[in-house]
């Protein structure tokens, strides 16, 4: 069964960082192109990030450019999104996603964990 | 950015009845290297993740009844459902994965009239 479990959520100060985490189970991990997608309390979806299976390289929402970053550790099929300089703004349930298809950023995404959630206040 | 306009916001049907949520993209996601246009629907029940319900703007995914269809191309795309079940109480969001940034829409919940 194709799983993802997200952890690493919690409470911050503005200002402070928070790395997330999203493990994987269940299918080949270095061929699927993996995101991260929040999601607001009572708001809808906003995509934040992606990794490009094939390249490896990384996209980004214009908010979170220079402040997020999205990586993975084929060693054990996981996951990460460090988050530096949170902002009030940036409080949400955070899922980890994976695409459809192997390889490629054009996919949609079958696949989601059960999200974490983020809340950035003092 | 492609903007992704959903409408109505909200629909209350009656069980049995149709159920038809409407997504328009400001610009094109037909992508011509496969013709297939690059949108997808998904649904979320309360307090539940999204599920992908349709990709290729009308490929059913495994699993999900026939009841549900996606139809559209260029930049205006259809979900019907099309005998309400009490199940399908949700919100139920598109999504172009044509371009960066990936966009939704602003999401359509559906209720039981």
């Known amino acids: 069964e194709v799983q993802l479990l997200e952890s690493g959520g919690g409470l911050v100060q503005p200002g402070g960082s928070l790395r997330l985490s999203c493990a994987a189970s269940g299918f080949t991990f270095i061929s699927y192109s993996m995101a991260w997608v929040r999601q607001a309390p009572g708001k809808g979806l906003e995509w934040v990030a992606i990794l490009n299976s094939i390249s490896g390289n990384t996209y980004y929402v214009d908010s979170v450019k220079g402040r997020f970053t999205m990586s993975r550790d084929t060693s054990n099929d996981t996951v990460y999104l460090q988050m530096n300089s949170l902002r009030a703004d940036d409080t949400a349930v955070y899922y980890c996603a994976k695409g459809v298809f192997q390889g490629g950023i054009r996919v949609a995404f079958d696949t989601w964990g059960l999200g974490t959630m983020v809340i950035v206040s003092s | 950015d492609i903007v992704m306009t959903q409408s109505p916001d909200s629909l209350a049907v009656s069980l049995g009845e149709r159920a038809t949520i409407n997504c328009k993209s400001s610009?094109?996601?037909?992508?011509?290297?496969?013709?297939?246009?690059?949108l997808a629907w998904y649904q979320q029940k309360p307090g539940q993740p999204p599920k992908l319900l349709i990709y290729?703007?009308?490929t059913r995914e495994s699993g999900v009844p026939d009841r549900f269809t996606g139809s559209g191309s260029g930049t205006d795309f259809t979900l019907t459902i099309s005998s309400l079940q009490a199940e399908d109480v949700a919100v139920y969001y598109c999504h172009q994965y044509y371009s960066l940034p990936l966009t939704f829409g602003g999401g359509t919940k559906v209720e039981i009239k």
């Open positions: 290729w703007a009308s």
């Open positions: 610009q094109s996601v037909l992508f011509s290297s496969n013709n297939k246009n690059l």
